[in-house]
């Protein structure tokens, strides 16, 4: 230790300077504040929160009562299950949809989405035994496979996000002007038994000139940026 004025060394625990008096101050130290750690350092301290069965159970629980509701009203006024069928089919529908995401500690978006379009095809299957159509094959089949193919590759764009904001909007906007044209078509081939497109050119066009203009953007380094700063991106 040296003091502050003329430089001199200073035998330790010195009051003063022994050349030029100056006095020695020895801060002291200030206390320590306890430490508390943010997080339990012991598994247990914390009560744990619900799991995906006690969360799956509950909304079958809650969806039971109106389920059994519609099935009783159902069976005292028709003596069958008549529209009852439609809205118990309805909530299955809604439940998977729900509880798919909860299936597996971390569900993979592809198995998600598969439980979700074998719901929807089974309810659809079983409005045409209802109705008494034959529009499941030709069209309702094929639809939700090329719309849940679609909504697929939008979900699996966005969890890798190894590409750009604008560039998975411009990918987004084409796969939907695809799925236009494809549902036009299956509605001619279905229907009027002729290959064609009428309506779907309208919205390909636009979600196609949107999806350029994306990719433009995108490319242009000062125009993103512009963008970036006047909406604050």
Not at 152 to 169: Q, Y
Request: aromatic share 14%; proline share 7%; net charge positive.
């Amino acid at each position: 230790m040296y003091c502050v004025r003329c430089g001199v060394e200073l035998a330790p625990g010195a009051k003063e300077c022994p050349l030029c008096k100056t006095p020695v101050l020895h801060p002291t130290p200030e206390a320590e504040e306890e430490y508390r750690p943010l997080f339990p350092k012991k598994q247990g301290e914390m009560s744990p929160k619900p799991g995906h069965g006690i969360r799956i159970l509950l909304i079958a629980l809650v969806l039971l009562i109106p389920a059994v509701t519609v099935l009783i009203s159902d069976l005292s006024l028709n003596g069958r299950i008549t529209w009852s069928g439609l809205v118990l089919g309805g909530l299955a529908v809604f439940f998977v949809f729900v509880t798919s995401p909860m299936y597996g500690r971390e569900p993979h978006l592809g198995v998600i989405f598969f439980f979700d379009a074998a719901a929807v095809l089974l309810y659809l299957l079983y409005l045409e035994h209802y109705t008494g159509g034959r529009w499941f094959a030709p069209f309702a089949f094929p639809l939700t496979v090329v719309f849940f193919l679609c909504l697929a590759s939008i979900g699996l764009l966005a969890e890798k996000k190894r590409l750009p904001l604008l560039k998975n909007l411009g990918i987004t906007l084409f796969i939907l002007a695809v799925f236009c044209v494809i549902c036009d078509l299956l509605i001619h081939l279905a229907f009027s038994q002729s290959v064609g497109i009428s309506w779907s050119q309208y919205p390909f066009f636009i979600l196609f000139l949107l999806g350029g203009i994306c990719f433009a953007v995108d490319s242009f380094e000062p125009l993103k940026e512009k963008l970036r700063k006047k909406f604050f991106l």
